[in-house]
DNA sequence: GAGCACTGC
């Protein structure tokens, strides 16, 4: 059955293997007694799911460890029928205790608790809800269970540092190891020593199970039966998938996706393909390669191919597009960056070609931003990848790599926390009562090189004095937002210069990207630069934004969407930045900040100066920019406004995109003096003469 | 001449 050029692997279905492992750990830290109460009022259908078989089980575990770490694939049901089980066994009796759940994305919170409410058969908001950013349905009184965005429950431990509101908190999807998860786990751990009555229940997919389990075991003896977290594993009901390996290294694995997804069209029968691959351009390049070999060709079947594209940056409705099933005759290949790894599911995938790397955030400490990386994929990835093709029957999975090479790939992507500016997440934990930073028990350590680049950055900034703590007001208030700590303090910094009303909408327009549509070429493509030249001032992207900004509120009265449309502007990207306007509007009042008004084009950008000082640049005789601090050259990103014009001496740049160069995205014109005044203890005069 | 994916009182 094997395409030409894949050997099979050794019986190696890829799903029993974890659970196998896991399940053996299990065993040998307890003796599994499982009581018989009989479970009353639940619908046939919850129990029919996989998870209702251990339900007992792991409520029985629940009452011997403090931490219970659960490994099932995904449709275990686990995320909906956990928190019912636990309100069913009595686990919120106590007044107004909850059980709480973090999700790392916020369609999963909704859905989730929407799922639950009409299983519960009880509207939103009563005894299950949810709580997302700008978005919350429960009710203090009578809300059980509660699914929550993983920012939102760092937000509630901000106020509440022993989570006296929860009995149990489930985290779910812990493998993915966000920033937030990590910060989560890190105090978690400190509230357990506080709270011996709380239980926590960690949800995670992969081998890490056995790592975060050392991580909360508070149990430092020899004698298991001291534990105080375990695991337990529970089975899904994905189907088996098939895994196939190259016999040869492949050079290129968007020219290798698309010859083996031609050699699969042929052979094997009906059923959609999955492609992963890393960014926009292969996707595009990947599925014009396809249209072009394939135009009229039929497979064995009578199928011919339909190639679409899938990712992040993609029009909506070009996105929904791979949702739909494949018209008769059709087989669909949908191309897709990461996107489809987690985020997104689409049904009815039977074959899935795995090109073993993905695009990945690495911090760059000689720059202090950022970078997006190719990177090769972890076997935990992989196998995320492969379980695409299982969820409606028995799959197969190809992957672009030897079987050997696979094997030394590492088994775990890096957590986020390892990988990532760390500025925004050291702030955040000193505003959580952890002084010490570098003594913070992080799930996984963070880099002491990133971990002390973001302490000077916040030192720089004046977040935190030399004693490492928290200056009041200001590091207090930065902390707060959930924005980069150089544009907080931009914010708080816009009192002295009276702009702040002008400093919250730019902040607002640039958590937005891109709010400028670009029309695919051609006669469109002509006008909407048109359009945008309307809005763009020589002074750079900032103020270009907040032109943008101020110019839609005007426009409010009218029809708004067909405004944006003419203008070639996204709707519901203006619409979100009015959104996180009015928040930040509403933050700085409650700090009593005033909101001024202000049309001093150059007090803006002094005021943006005094957030962004630390990435400032100057245009060197060789052609291009490069970084005041560490020289490194910069060019100008194709969509700053400043690409077209005149390149101007000095600018301060919002983030920076590594590609072939490394570009500066979001600039604005300054004068170095500026500098000087305004982050004297950043840069010396001598430093700015000899750049000059 | 260029954009993995998320998130946040």
């Not at 490994?71 to 019912?84: H, L």
């Amino acid at each position: 059955m094997s395409a030409k050029g894949f050997l099979k692997p050794k019986d190696d279905d890829f799903i029993p293997w974890t659970e196998d492992k896991l399940d053996v750990d299990a065993q040998k830290d307890t003796t599994f007694v499982y009581n018989s109460t009989p479970s009353l009022g639940l619908a046939a259908q919850r129990q029919k799911l996989p998870i209702f078989k251990t339900r007992d089980h792991i409520l029985y575990m629940l009452e011997q460890f403090q931490v219970v770490i659960i490994v099932g694939e995904t449709g275990s049901g686990k995320s909906t029928q956990i928190p019912q089980y636990l309100v069913e066994a009595g686990w919120c009796q106590e007044e107004g205790q909850m059980i709480g759940i973090t999700e790392p994305r916020r369609v999963a919170a909704t859905t989730l608790a929407a799922r639950v409410a009409e299983e519960k058969h009880c509207p939103m908001g009563e005894l299950v809800g949810y709580s997302i950013r700008f978005d919350e349905w429960f009710d203090r009184a009578k809300t059980k269970i509660k699914y929550m965005t993983e920012g939102i429950l760092v937000r509630e431990m901000m106020g509440d540092p022993l989570l006296k509101l929860y009995s149990v908190i489930m985290l779910d999807e812990v493998h993915e190891r966000t920033a937030q998860i990590d910060i989560i786990m890190g105090l978690m751990k400190k509230i357990l020593r506080k709270r011996r009555d709380l239980r926590v229940i960690i949800s995670s997919a992969t081998v890490d199970a056995e790592y975060i389990r050392d991580f909360f075991n508070a149990n430092r003896t020899k004698d298991v039966s001291k534990d105080t977290a375990a695991i337990m594993s529970i089975s899904g009901s994905n189907f088996s998938v098939e895994v196939f390996y190259l016999n040869e290294p492949c050079p290129n694995y968007v020219q290798s996706a698309v010859e083996t997804v031609l050699k699969l069209h042929e052979r094997e029968p009906p059923g959609d393909v999955l492609v992963f691959l890393t960014g926009m351009d292969e996707v595009d390049h990947c599925v014009t390669l396809l249209k072009e070999r394939t135009s009229n060709k039929h497979s064995k079947h009578g199928l011919k191919i339909w190639p679409l594209p899938m990712y992040g940056s993609l029009p909506p409705q070009d996105q929904l597009k791979v949702f739909r099933p494949s018209l008769r005759g059709y087989r669909k290949i949908v191309v897709a960056t990461n996107i489809a790894e987690t985020s997104i599911t689409i049904e009815g995938i039977v074959y899935v070609i795995d090109s073993g790397f993905v695009k990945l955030k690495w911090y760059n400490a000689d720059t202090n931003v950022d970078a997006l990386i190719v990177t090769e994929i972890s076997q935990a990835s992989a196998e995320q990848r492969a379980g695409r093709a299982g969820r409606t029957r028995p799959g197969q999975c190809y992957r672009l790599c030897r079987e050997d090479d696979f094997q030394k790939l590492p088994l775990n992507t890096p957590p986020e926390m390892q990988r990532t500016d760390l500025s925004t997440a050291v702030l955040q934990l000193k505003a959580l009562g952890i002084d010490n930073v570098v003594r913070f028990e992080f799930p996984s350590a963070p880099p002491s090189k990133n971990l002390m680049a973001s302490l000077e950055l916040l030192y720089a900034l004046g977040a935190i004095d030399d004693n490492g703590l928290l200056t009041k007001p200001l590091g207090e208030n930065m902390s707060e937002l959930p924005i980069h700590p150089t544009l907080s303090k931009m914010l708080f910094s816009s009192t002295k210069f009276k702009c702040s009303r002008e400093i919250a909408a730019i902040i607002a327009m640039l958590q937005i990207e891109n709010i400028f549509i670009k029309p695919p070429g051609g006669q469109a493509g002509n006008r909407a630069r048109v359009m945008k030249r309307k809005f763009e001032v020589a002074e750079g992207d900032h103020l270009t934004l907040l032109n943008v900004f101020n110019t839609y509120l005007k426009q409010k009265q009218w029809d708004i969407k067909l405004w944006c449309q003419q203008h070639f502007l996204k709707y519901k990207g203006l619409k979100r930045a009015e959104q996180l306007f009015e928040q930040l509007v509403r933050t700085l009042k409650r700090y009593d900040v005033p909101i001024q008004y202000s049309s001093d084009m150059d007090e803006i950008r002094r005021c943006i100066v005094s957030g962004l000082f630390p990435n400032a640049a100057y245009y060197h005789m060789s052609g291009s920019y490069r970084t005041i601090r560490g020289d490194i050259p910069l060019s100008v990103h194709p969509t700053s406004v400043l690409y077209t014009l005149k390149q101007p001496s000095w600018v301060v740049f919002t983030e920076l995109a590594h590609s072939k160069k490394v570009h500066m995205k979001d600039i604005t014109v300054i004068d170095p003096t500026w500098l000087e005044i305004l982050a004297p203890h950043y840069y010396q005069k001598t430093t700015l003469q000899r750049s000059h």
